[in-house]
């Protein structure tokens, strides 16, 4: 059974920073383009970026361009959004999703449960 595991939210003060980590088990990591979203109470969950198998390519929504940071560590398994700058309007509770890139598993989806993220003074 495939497993995603998002750690490292919290509380932090706007203009703050926190890393994100997603911890991935029984599956080939290299296998997969890796992403974070968001969800904020009961909008329609948003992507936050996206890396690629080989971690050559990323792609950040415009709202935070700039500020984040997408990265993975293949020995690891894990995957981390830095989060810098952090604004109110970046609250949620951010998954982190997995997609089968390779012959065998392409298109095969897995989420992790999330972490919440609270922006606020």
């Known amino acids: 059974q495939v497993q995603l595991v998002e750690s490292g939210g919290g509380l932090v003060q706007p203009g703050g920073s926190l890393r994100l980590s997603c911890a991935a088990s029984?599956?080939?990591?290299?296998?997969?383009?890796m992403s974070w979203y968001r969800q904020i109470s009961e909008k329609e969950r948003e992507l936050v970026a996206t890396i690629s198998t080989t971690g050559g390519s990323t792609n950040y929504a415009d709202s935070v361009k700039g500020r984040f940071t997408i990265s993975t560590d293949n020995a690891k398994k894990t995957m981390y959004l830095q989060m810098n700058s952090l604004k109110p309007e970046d609250t949620a509770v951010y998954y982190c999703?997995?997609?089968?890139?390779?012959?065998?598993?392409?298109?095969?989806?897995?989420w992790g449960k999330g972490t919440l993220v609270t922006v606020s003074s």
């Open positions: 999703k997995a997609r089968g890139a390779a012959q065998y598993n392409y298109g095969m989806t897995y």
């Open positions: 029984r599956f080939t990591f290299s296998d997969y383009d």
